[in-house]
């Protein structure tokens, strides 16, 4: 048999008062997503532990099946993405440009990331590149607007803290190393503290942020630095799990994410018309992608949407039940071609939980997310609704993250009998002729 993954990202959520007390998939209308339900198996599903509120890359990690290996973080995968060579022993920080303002000694994010049309950032880009490091090896790559990948090497260290609180009006720390952290932490930290305040220099008096003070617009006068990563080394999806996977995502982490685990990214996403963003097409047309590729020999597909988790950051709850339900229609083909392939293992869940009710102190939460199975090996649990409180009363009951993959290769008839010894290597699917 072969399996898709879909991830909606972000789409699990709380009970909110503007909703009678439901979440927004409780309120949504969700036919295509309530009949894949009634078809197969539901659960609820804490991506990393109970309670732990989890990034979108760490939980990603996890879901594909390699929370055993060290995450090598979010930038590197990101650097990948971006077509960023990295090397053993490099180590790659996101940098990203930001609005701040100084108050009482202290420092404060106004905006982060500070967006600029290309024309300024990448000569802003090509000052900050200048920067002469005194005790590192430096590199700093162009990611695209305010995002920059800062490559560091000949002995330094990911062991030290962030300088981005993330959150609005909310002082900027400093980068200092871990407790008990090894001297590569501590040159590291100086470093990037070093550089941190030369670029502060640099973007207070450039001639192209200049020019968009003079015309009355906001203009980046910091760097804020994050996320240190190391190149990942793990081994590709087909040796780990078996499957001959492709991914179908948008971005440089989804992208990079793929080709750290050996997935083919493919095709490339079609062009779009300036400022479109119709997230139930986009959705609609990985789904009709993936389903291609499994047709065409594939046995894997992984499909991610980012639109739940976008609604969700709006703060508005009725704004994401609309997110839903609009999505909602691009599973209507995939609910008949689920039903007319048997060989074909559907499993439907999010990354995380994104609260919609606009909790400034929150981006994710912690309770556990919706998740169906369905296929021909899958039993029929009664379930007949896609949401936490239903899912959660079906035969699958609670599950981890680190349960996602297993359950795949069982009910894709792939998993390794249990103290089986056919093969020299410890691998949890089956060979062929095993």
Same mark, same amino acid.
């Given at each position: 048999m072969k399996a898709l993954l879909v991830i909606l990202d972000g789409v699990a959520d709380r009970s909110e008062r503007s909703l009678g007390g439901m979440t927004p998939l409780q309120a949504a209308r969700l036919p295509n997503l309530d009949r894949i339900a009634a078809s197969g198996m539901c659960g609820h599903m804490y991506p990393l532990s109970p309670g732990v509120c989890p990034s979108s890359d760490i939980s990603l990690w996890n879901l594909l099946g390699y929370g055993a290996h060290p995450y090598p973080g979010r930038t590197g995968l990101e650097a990948i993405g971006s077509g960023i060579e990295l090397a053993?022993?490099? +180590?790659?920080? *996101? +940098?990203?440009? $930001?609005?701040?303002?100084?108050?009482?000694?202290?420092?404060?994010?106004?905006?982060?990331?500070?967006?600029?049309? =290309?024309?300024?950032?990448?000569?802003? !880009?090509?000052? &900050?590149?200048g920067y002469e490091p005194s005790e590192l090896e430096f590199r700093l790559r162009h990611m695209g607007g305010p995002f920059m990948a800062l490559v560091l090497s000949g002995g330094a260290s990911r062991e030290v803290t962030d300088s981005d609180p993330f959150f609005f009006d909310t002082?900027?720390?400093?980068?200092?190393? !871990?407790? /008990?952290?090894?001297?590569?932490? $501590?040159?590291?930290?100086? =470093?990037?503290?070093r550089f941190t305040s030369w670029a502060a220099g640099v973007m207070e008096s450039h001639p192209a942020l200049e020019e968009r003070r003079r015309e009355g617009m906001t203009a980046p006068n910091h760097v804020l630095v994050k996320w240190p990563s190391v190149p990942p080394r793990v081994p590709p999806f087909a040796q780990a799990w078996g499957f001959d996977a492709a991914a179908f995502a948008a971005g440089p982490f989804y992208s990079g994410l793929a080709s750290a685990l050996g997935m $083919?990214? &493919?095709?490339?996403?079609?062009?779009?018309?300036?400022?479109?963003?119709? /997230?139930? =097409?986009? @959705?609609?047309? *990985?789904?009709?992608?993936? @389903?291609?590729?499994?047709?065409?020999? *594939?046995? !894997?597909?992984?499909? /991610?949407?980012?639109?739940?988790?976008? $609604?969700? /950051?709006?703060g508005r709850p009725a704004r994401k039940v609309a997110a839903c339900e609009a999505l909602d229609g691009a599973f209507a083909p995939l609910a008949d071609y689920a039903a007319g392939m048997p060989e074909l293992l559907t499993v439907i869940t999010a990354d995380h939980p994104t609260p919609s009710g606009g909790s400034p102190e929150v981006i994710h939460s912690g309770e556990s997310v919706p998740v169906v199975m369905a296929g021909a090996t899958v039993r029929v649990d009664g379930v007949e609704r896609f949401d936490e409180v239903s899912c959660a009363s079906g035969a699958l009951g609670q599950l981890r993250g680190a349960d996602l993959m297993p359950l795949i290769l069982n009910f894709t008839n792939r998993a390794r009998f249990a103290g089986s010894r056919l093969t020299p290597a410890e691998i949890p699917y089956r060979l062929p002729g095993t």
């Open positions: 053993d022993g490099d +180590v790659v920080f *996101r +940098v990203n440009m $930001a609005v701040t303002a100084v108050e009482g000694g202290l420092r404060y994010v106004q905006v982060s990331p500070a967006y600029l049309p =290309e024309d300024q950032a990448c000569p802003v !880009f090509r000052s &900050l590149a002082p900027v720390p400093p980068i200092v190393p !871990f407790d /008990h952290a090894g001297g590569g932490a $501590a040159a590291t930290a100086r =470093e990037l503290a $083919a990214h &493919l095709p490339a996403e079609p062009a779009r018309p300036q400022g479109r963003a119709d /997230h139930a =097409e986009e @959705l609609g047309e *990985r789904l009709e992608r993936a @389903l291609s590729a499994l047709d065409s020999g *594939r046995d !894997f597909a992984f499909v /991610h949407t980012k639109a739940p988790d976008e $609604a969700s /950051h709006t």
